[in-house]
């Protein structure tokens, strides 16, 4: 049992260590700072009740730590609005970073400005916390023969992050009938019903999509 119980705390300490780097992502550096420290004072506090479990000093320094702890989190708290209300330097850092590897940031306006030019567009609806997501876009999404489809057919690739549950993204979801991520759309010019896309995705799945388009796009492509 001993055995057992050392063995379980791997993918606690996994599960930690993921749940830390989307927290980074959608709050930022500050607010890992200050779990991170809530983590060190709160294992400083056990080795003091752990070290003078009947000393008066010890229950009184924990209690200290405790209070310390719920302040940090009062904090980050604060700090985490903060980031989301000041979301000009965020969306700029996002919208570089989408451009870098070809996405970028979705929105309803985006989508209908890209069909009125004739272009099909590809949203992908994800989050940092979603694991099928990720596994979608290294498996799929990133692989070179998608990449060159994408190009091939002229496709817009937008991405809606919904790792803070934003609202617009939350009401596009559900104009596609789906309560969560992942969830991938192709939009194409002349059709007002997207097409939806396996949450499983594969290079085949998706360029099978892309050889689906109507003639007239794929050629105008070109």
Not at 22 to 51: D, E, H, M, P, Q
Not at 71 to 77: C, D, N
Not at 103 to 128: N, Y
Request: glycine fraction near 6%; aromatic fraction near 8%; charged fraction near 15%.
């Amino acid at each position: 049992m001993e055995v057992l119980r050392q063995a379980c705390s791997v993918p606690i300490f996994a599960t930690v260590i993921w749940l830390a780097w989307v927290l980074a992502r959608a709050y930022g550096a500050n607010v890992l700072t200050a779990l991170l420290t809530s983590f060190l004072l709160l294992s400083i506090a056990g080795w003091f009740l752990g070290r003078w479990p009947a000393r008066r000093g010890a229950a009184l320094m924990a209690t200290l730590l405790l209070g310390a702890v719920v302040a940090l989190a009062v904090f980050s708290q604060r700090w985490a609005e903060v980031r989301v209300e000041t979301t000009g330097t965020d969306r700029s850092a996002s919208s570089f970073s989408a451009a870098s590897a070809g996405w970028q940031p979705w929105s309803d306006e985006a989508v209908r400005r890209s069909l009125a030019q004739g272009r099909p567009v590809f949203v992908d609806l994800t989050a940092s916390w979603c694991l099928s997501c990720q596994v979608n876009e290294r498996a799929a999404l990133q692989q070179p023969q998608v990449q060159q489809a994408f190009h091939s057919a002229n496709v817009v690739l937008l991405r809606a992050d919904w790792t803070r549950h934003d609202e617009a993204i939350t009401r596009a979801l559900t104009a596609l009938g789906r309560s969560g991520v992942p969830a991938y759309a192709l939009y194409i010019p002349g059709q007002r019903e997207p097409q939806l896309l396996p949450e499983v995705l594969t290079p085949g799945i998706v360029i099978g999509a892309l050889n689906s388009l109507p003639k007239a796009i794929a050629t105008a492509a070109h």
